[in-house]
């Protein structure tokens, strides 16, 4: 096996690992949220979306690997190098889950970076900084300050977005191209059971599924 087609194989394995620990963070999210554990709630729904955000780079390369381009060795190393910063797995997260059902002013936040701000508030205490020295008058970051309707608002995003692909991916509306996921999201348990774990849902999203719903599982 040459080079190429190891790092291609090993590519894929991450893609794999990245979105079942996705999922695992979410899971987690919630039982934190549960246990009134808010600021380490939404840090942990931050590093699921990141986690989602990695699977679709290294799903990309991936793909387009096995269809209409073969990039050197080189060429993949550059790209996922991105895939160490936690703002690209943020934009390519917002990327993929961008539609008329998800929250705008969510999206926005995760394109513009500034879920990462928001993160690291959920996360350390801390004065702020002024360029390179800290600001003695500026106000102490705590994460105690984290309200939970914030933390509400990623851990919905999420789950919305874990249970829309769901739906779609079993009524043939999304394929997502490593077949190990695709498969597992078109297991109906998997909808059920992120329903169940949390039943917030916003209305657009529930009238986008409610749709799906109404055609008939694909054949697989």
């Not at 600001?135 to 919905?156: H, L, Q, V, W």
Request: proline share 4%.
């Amino acid at each position: 096996m040459d080079k190429r087609e190891s790092a291609l194989r090993k590519i894929k394995r991450v893609a794999t690992a990245s979105f079942e620990n996705a999922v695992r963070l979410h899971e987690d999210a919630i039982l934190l949220y549960g246990e009134d554990r808010i600021p380490s709630a939404l840090h942990t729904s931050v590093l699921s979306i990141e986690e989602i955000g990695k699977y679709f780079m290294h799903e990309d390369v991936w793909w387009h690997n096995r269809t209409d381009s073969q990039r050197p060795v080189h060429e993949m190393q550059r790209f996922l190098r991105g895939a160490y910063s936690h703002t690209k797995k943020q934009k390519w997260f917002a990327s993929h889950a961008d539609s008329p059902f998800i929250s705008k002013p969510l999206l926005r936040v995760l394109r513009e970076g500034e879920l990462e701000a928001i993160k690291q508030k959920a996360t350390y205490v801390g004065l702020p900084r002024k360029g390179n020295n800290i600001d003695f008058e500026g106000r102490m970051m705590n994460p105690s300050r984290i309200s939970k309707r914030c933390a509400e608002s990623y851990i919905t995003l999420v789950n919305d977005y874990l249970v829309d692909l769901s739906v779609g991916v079993r009524k043939g509306c999304y394929v997502l191209d490593i077949p190990e996921i695709d498969d597992w999201l078109a297991e109906p348990e998997f909808e059920q059971h992120f329903r169940e774990l949390w039943p917030m849902m916003r209305i657009s999203t529930k009238r986008r599924i409610d749709q799906m719903l109404k055609y008939n599982d694909i054949e697989r």
